[in-house]
């Protein structure tokens, strides 16, 4: 990477108005999301530190973790393939897919479709530009994901792929590339791609997903998404593809509790993300597939940025560094852009990425936001000097591609730092200095030729040292402060211990939009009735022995099973989501009291399309079967081919943040809640 071309994208970033806008708005609704999360847990502190130790012990002991997940992976029907770079995975996709049969329907000729959740690993080995030059055609499907596929752009940002973009761009993308009228109302154009993803994966041959997490002990992957496409791509194709970084792993479904409650708070604010699946098998007629990327996995795991692969892939350093804020994702030019980029793009792709760890200000801010407490600031700077690898070093720069000057500057730095009475005396000087320097401003310009004086300002040293200013008074307040802090947490966490089950289920699921209703176990049927004669449906998708179908039946209501054409579009023209006329109608196998959230699993009668493919998801639930949180219900997937915890309805923030109602997966979830 050219250092002065990435300079020149960095001032055309700055120069950007409506970028600034975009990214702005982002970093205070992401990292005012991410603390109002965490505000509801209160032991998050000793959390981080467990996920902290939880992935180091994954990575010092890798070989053995992959060859457990391996063996319980194949244990349970799915077929696990290695690729040692880019070039074998993609590899692997064509043999996989080379022999598929002939799409009912489809014209003669016509290659292979594919439908594409989010997936980091794909973009990391270019799937889809592989995979459109053997002539196949290959749909993102992802909100985000596909508005810069229109775009032909990379994502912006991890988590939000359009980040950089505002709501007339993307209407305007939506009337030149899919003729449809100019509009800027979001849930418009939402729904607009709704309808036109529907097809794509109803028809699909190959779905692809990432994968969030695997689990050594029970061979599974877990997905964590919000829209519903992760769940469509994974239930519907014929054939699931999950492209899955080696180092993904968890050892047990306990960590993964302790992960999943980190990841959602960290990357969107929510307490659980809407879809949080777990896949353990093929579902009947269909193949999954796993394959495994090292890439370059193996050498940074023995290099010094080996607390890199630690990353969960939450985004939440990028929305907390003040260099990102200012220049964004395409700035970088790289997979992975923000203050985990800079590390790991160096260490996964070599050194000509080695200048991004220069766009860093050493805050410290994306050390403090990290879920997994990544000491990012450390690697960065090893970057910058180049101690990246072991051996034959493929980041080694000649002095750590800094100006003579810096590197002056870093030594003279690093001899005074070291002396604790050099140190205080040095900060006086400097005070000086910098007066006589900027005696009117609170900033002085940095000269160009160290490096930075094109963009950066140093602030001025303060008067008195820190010493000086804190005085003992301060340090009292500072621990009674902190000492009621605790105190507070301690109630909160009585609190909720307290709060009754049930009280806290409906609390929790009606404040992510879904809806209870309260019955008994005997009149169950009648309500369910009473709810669609509202609505005007006659014709539901229903698990079998949920319900008394006779009595739907006289209320002159159809039940349908599975593959049903009218249930499975689940898009009506010209209907909104406040007059749906697609229900599906499930029982939950237990609810979670802390997130709201209800747990479905694979079984008879489609449960899983019934939960998915409708506008409105009906489930009933039993009071009894609430249990206080995910760890507690984790273990009840084990025995499924496919389960998913589903909270609230489906949900996008891919266009100007915007939270918008009813994505692919229903934009209505009700609860009714039987005692």
Not at 198 to 225: H, K, M, P, Q, Y
Not at 370 to 398: E, F, Q, W
Not at 573 to 598: I, Y
Request: charged letters at 25%; one cysteine or more.
């Amino acid at each position: 990477m050219d250092r002065n071309q990435f300079r020149a994208r960095i001032r055309k970033s700055l120069a950007n108005e409506a970028l600034q806008a975009a990214l702005d708005a982002n970093a205070e609704r992401r990292v005012t999301g991410r603390v109002a999360a965490f505000a509801s847990l209160p032991d998050w502190r000793e959390r981080r530190q467990q996920a902290h130790a939880i992935r180091a012990e994954v990575i010092e002991h890798l070989d053995g973790y992959l060859e457990q997940f391996i063996r319980n992976a194949a244990q349970n029907g799915m077929t696990v393939h290695h690729a040692q770079n880019a070039d074998e995975a993609l590899q692997i996709v064509l043999d996989i897919t080379k022999d598929l049969p002939q799409r009912h329907g489809a014209p003669r000729g016509e290659k292979v479709l594919f439908a594409k959740s989010k997936s980091m690993v794909s973009e990391e080995i270019n799937l889809n530009h592989a995979l459109e030059a053997q002539g196949m055609r290959v749909v993102e499907t992802d909100l985000g994901e596909y508005i810069v596929q229109l775009r032909n752009e990379r994502p912006s940002h991890i988590i939000t792929p359009a980040v950089h973009l505002r709501r007339h761009e993307v209407g305007q993308l939506f009337h030149e590339k899919l003729g449809v009228p100019y509009t800027d109302d979001i849930p418009t154009m939402t729904n607009t791609a709704r309808k036109i993803l529907r097809e794509v994966f109803l028809t699909a041959d190959v779905g692809v997903s990432g994968v969030n997490f695997g689990v050594a002990e029970t061979g599974g992957i877990c997905l964590v998404t919000n829209e519903g496409n992760g769940r469509m791509v994974t239930t519907l194709p014929p054939v699931h593809i999950a492209l899955m970084g080696m180092e993904r792993l968890v050892r047990t479904l306990d960590d993964l509790a302790l992960l999943l409650s980190l990841l959602p708070r960290s990357a969107t604010g929510q307490k659980l993300s809407a879809y949080t699946q777990i896949i353990h098998k093929p579902l009947p007629g269909q193949q999954r597939h796993i394959i495994l990327l090292d890439n370059g996995r193996s050498r940074l795991r023995h290099s010094p940025l080996r607390e890199s692969l630690y990353c969960i892939r939450c985004g939440a350093c990028l929305n907390a560094c003040p260099v990102f804020r200012e220049i964004g994702g395409h700035a970088y030019d790289s997979v992975y852009p923000g203050p985990i980029g800079s590390v790991i793009s160096a260490g996964l792709f070599g050194s000509e990425f080695v200048p991004l760890a220069q766009a860093s200000s050493l805050c410290g801010a994306c050390k403090e936001a990290c879920p997994v407490d990544i000491d990012l600031p450390k690697l960065l700077v090893r970057v910058r000097a180049g101690a990246a690898s072991v051996n034959s070093d493929p980041l080694s720069v000649r002095d750590g591609g800094l100006s003579w000057i810096s590197r002056l500057f870093l030594k003279t730095y690093s001899r005074l730092a070291t002396h604790p009475r050099l140190f205080a005396i040095s900060q006086k000087f400097a005070s000086l200095g910098t007066f006589l320097l900027s005696p009117f401003s609170g900033y002085v310009r940095l000269p160009a030729f160290t490096g930075w004086g094109y963009s950066k300002d140093l602030p001025r040293f303060a008067g008195k040292t820190f010493r000086e200013r804190f005085h003992r008074q301060e340090a009292n307040d500072a621990q009674i402060s902190f000492a009621r802090r605790d105190e507070i947490l301690r109630e909160t966490q009585v609190s909720a211990i307290q709060k009754d089950k049930v009280a806290q289920f409906i609390e929790e699921l009606t404040r992510v939009n879904g809806q209870v209703i309260r019955t008994s176990k005997e009149d169950v049927t009648n309500k369910v009735v009473e709810f669609l004669q509202t609505r005007g449906i006659h014709r539901i998708h229903l698990e079998p022995n949920v319900l008394d179908e006779d009595v739907l039946q006289r209320a002159g209501i159809t039940v349908s099973r599975e593959r049903d054409p009218e249930i499975r579009v689940g898009v009506t023209p010209h209907v909104s989501f406040q007059h749906s006329e697609t229900c599906g109608v499930t029982k939950a196998l237990c609810g979670l009291a802390d997130t709201g959230s209800v747990l479905e699993a694979d079984g008879e009668g489609g449960k899983l399309l019934a939960s998915l493919l409708p506008e409105i998801h009906l489930t009933i639930l039993h009071t009894s079967e609430i249990y206080p949180s995910l760890k507690d219900a984790l273990p009840l997937t084990r025995n499924t081919k496919s389960a998913v915890f589903i909270t609230g309805p489906s949900r996008t923030g891919d266009i100007e943040m915007s939270h918008t109602i009813g994505v692919h997966g229903p934009g209505e979830v009700i609860v009714f809640l039987a005692a």
